[in-house]
């Protein structure tokens, strides 16, 4: 049984290239970029050339680029950090309720610790308004975390309007655009923001290695403890054939994006037309300003979980929307936010395509779809009821 993977949003496949150079700093070049011996040297020229790709890649100075372990980690420096170095200039922090946790959690966190907090609501496609934006911050106002585009429904947020607001107001503006580098335009200059989190494993590179941009001047306060690295943002021996593969990783997704996005993007419009076909079937996040590998519906009368076990039967992976695959009995919080009933919210499905996608692999997807939802519709008490009405 061939296999179709559709959970890109989740992770995606070392690209060959980006495990090519990865290889030698497994095995050759094997220094502690902090030694001064030339076994070090060598992997530190590496590491300063790859924090010179990263920074290109996104319009950024060399400088501005931290090594991180991944998206969460680089969310949670950011905003952590702005509120402790920023603490006495004001306590306000600005977010949304689609937020990932990673921001969202670390937010609610320092509420706790007696900072003030705003969660902006969303509209009926998860988009943020730029004018709530602009309600809700006060002269005690210290950070503003709004995503690039979600990680759930693929709505792309309004954030160079929001980054202008911040940068007019002297606000710091951090955004988690893990899910839009090599799909979106991704330049910090045209974003206005001051901090930008990325993880290599959602863009072709290897797990464990992130970044955090921070633009020259940004306050950030520290709170791990260790050694001198990453300007003291982020001690620690750094995962030198991650950053190696990383640096790859951005090279290749910023060169071709056009080309690739307008090709996923073709694919996901086939995958959403056919699929809406499906009686009683919902799109979520917006129809038009969303990323163009993802495509999430609400299928009534079905969970979520149940399609995805009866999709992996057939070779095809998917994910949920709904935190009840991960141990939770509650809906996704982006799709309650959006206004969709606890049982809609629970069917819900989310398929994110990637490079290698085709179209052979989304048409078998439009054949299998149907009968699953028919079968599993056929043992819901809730529909055979809904048609005896």
């Keep these: 049984m061939k296999k179709t993977y559709l959970d890109h949003g989740a992770t995606t496949q070392v690209n060959p290239d980006v495990l090519e150079v990865m290889l030698p700093f497994l095995g050759e070049f094997y220094g502690n970029p902090s030694s001064i011996h030339s076994f070090g040297r060598e992997t530190k020229k590496a590491l300063e050339e790859a924090r010179e790709k990263v920074a290109a890649g996104i319009g950024a100075e060399p400088r501005e680029i931290v090594f991180t372990s ?7 420096i950011a905003i952590r950090g702005v509120a402790r170095a920023l603490q006495k200039k004001g306590n306000h922090l600005i977010t949304s309720a689609v937020e990932h946790h990673a921001v969202l959690d670390a937010c609610l966190a320092l509420k706790k610790e007696g900072y003030e907090l705003t969660v902006l609501p969303v509209d009926e496609y998860g988009m943020v308004s730029a004018k709530d934006v602009e309600a809700a911050i006060t002269d005690k106002t210290i950070l503003i975390s709004i995503m690039m585009a979600n990680n759930e429904v693929g709505t792309v947020m309004p954030v160079a309007e929001i980054g202008k607001l911040a940068r007019e107001r002297g606000i710091t ?16 200059n045209d974003l206005s923001c001051d901090l930008l989190s990325l993880s290599a494993h959602k863009f072709y590179g290897p797990k464990g290695v992130g970044i955090l941009y921070v633009r020259k001047g940004a306050k950030l306060d520290v709170f791990n403890f260790g050694g001198a690295q990453e300007r003291r943002m982020r001690p620690g021996t750094e995962n030198v054939p991650g950053i190696i593969g990383m640096a790859k990783a951005v090279e290749v997704v910023v060169a071709d994006r056009e080309k690739r996005a307008a090709r996923i993007s073709s694919l996901r419009d086939k995958l959403i037309q056919g699929l809406l076909k499906i009686e009683d079937t919902k799109l979520n996040g917006h129809p038009e300003q969303r990323l163009p590998g993802n495509v999430n519906v609400s299928v009534k009368y079905v969970e979520g979980e149940s399609m995805i076990l009866s999709l992996d039967l057939k070779g095809i992976a998917a ?13 996704s919080h982006v799709l309650i936010a959006m206004g969709l009933d606890h049982q809609l919210a629970h069917g819900s499905l989310r398929m994110t395509l990637g490079t290698d996608n085709t179209e052979e692999e989304i048409d078998y997807v439009l054949e299998v779809m149907p009968e699953i939802v028919a079968r599993l519709r056929s043992m819901s008490s809730v529909y055979t009821g809904s048609k005896k009405e």
């Design 70 to 76: 991944g998206g969460t980690e680089s969310d949670n």
């Design 173 to 188: 503006f951090h955004t988690d655009a893990v899910q839009a580098i090599g799909l979106l335009p991704l330049d910090v």
């Design 319 to 331: 994910s949920s929307g709904s935190a009840c695959t991960s141990g939770s009995l509650d809906p």
